[in-house]
């Protein structure tokens, strides 16, 4: 793609976005980033208090469902925007799939017109693997169906076909990237990972859904933001690109990991629930298309993990306000009743 200078990122506070924002800066010297994000719940101004003064990063509080708040971020003009704007964890979506709707489809929409409108260059739409649906051997392509099986996966699954069908109808510029389960640094501890060591810290025991043998393929934040990027620069428009780790591992397995890298012991710390509604028991994607584009992955496994579970170790003050008020609600509805 041509040289770019000013980006907008939506969502750039989340636990992906905030991560993007900082790398493309780092690396992009002539680059601006706008980021519009609406602060909900898993949109954390600590995430990106680093870059504060820093005359190339503006921040917009908004919505993307709004497009006044589209329009204001957009302000004299861009040229990409990149997506990350989203309601993302399935048992949210189980509870309450509304808002999901909202987000991930409408937000989709009022960004693609924007970008329709104001003929910016290039749309990158962040998704995820699981829009696939249960794999149950093999790996996911990008030509195969979308099978979504969660109201969170449904929602992504629409947000894709609309960013598809633009491309179709109006030759807008659009990519998606497919990502694995990510970890690292700065993820809201609703997820597996980051739930699972800030209890591990505090000396409680983990939920574990079901067996534990539903297998993810999980893909350091680091590496899901560099393959974005890569996509950004040099995808294909009207294309899809998964980005996966190559990491394919059982729920299990990363628990015994995260216990015994916190010093704990399965016995003790180890808690079997009842499993998710509709659980899909296993994704896995092939990447060979984001690969021929040049993008790999480079954090090893079990560094990556290594260097997560510190990363929590040290940063308690990040954390630790948020395992209260909205989030131990959400964490009593969720888990008090299996």
């Known amino acids: 793609m041509s040289k770019t200078t000013r980006w907008l990122v939506t969502g750039g506070l989340g636990f992906i976005g905030s991560n993007f924002v900082r790398l493309a800066l780092r690396e992009r010297p002539e680059l601006e980033i706008v980021n519009l994000d609406a602060m909900t719940y898993a949109g954390n101004p600590a995430n990106l208090r680093d870059l504060e003064g820093n005359a190339r990063y503006r921040f917009v509080r908004g919505d993307i469902c709004d497009p006044a708040a589209v329009r204001e971020a957009i302000g004299n003009g861009v040229d990409a925007i990149v997506n990350f704007a989203a309601e993302t964890h399935v048992d949210r979506s189980i509870l309450d799939p509304e808002q999901f709707l909202r987000t991930d489809i409408l937000g989709t929409h009022v960004l693609l017109e924007a970008v329709r409108e104001r003929s910016i260059a290039r749309y990158l739409q962040v998704s995820t693997d699981e829009v696939y649906g249960d794999v149950s051997e093999g790996e996911s392509s990008e030509n195969d169906p979308l099978a979504p099986r969660s109201p969170y996966s449904a929602s992504k699954a629409g947000g894709d076909l609309q960013v598809l069908a633009y491309w179709t109808t109006y ?19 609703e997820k597996l990972i980051p739930l699972f060591v800030t209890n591990l810290i505090d000396d409680e025991q983990v939920p574990v859904y079901g067996d534990g043998m539903q297998v993810r393929d999980w893909l350091h934040v680091d590496d899901h933001a560099r393959g974005i990027m890569h996509v950004l620069d040099r995808g294909e428009p009207g294309n899809a690109y998964n980005i996966g ?3 394919s591992h059982t729920n299990i397995e990363i628990t015994r990991r995260l216990v015994n890298g916190c010093g704990r012991a399965m016995e003790t710390h180890v808690r079997h629930v009842t499993d998710r509604e509709g659980h899909d028991r296993r994704y896995c994607v092939s990447s060979a298309k984001a690969r021929a584009l040049g993008w790999a992955p480079r954090v090893d496994f079990e560094e990556g993990i290594r260097t997560t579970i510190e990363w929590y170790q040290m940063n308690e003050a990040w954390w ?4 209260s008020g909205e989030f131990l609600a959400y964490y009593k509805r969720q888990y008090a009743h299996r």
């Open 245 to 247: 780790g190559g990491n």
């Open 320 to 323: 630790r306000p948020l395992k």
């Open 171 to 189: 030759r807008t510029p659009v990519l998606i990237t497919r990502g694995s389960n990510t970890y690292g640094p700065h993820q809201y501890p």
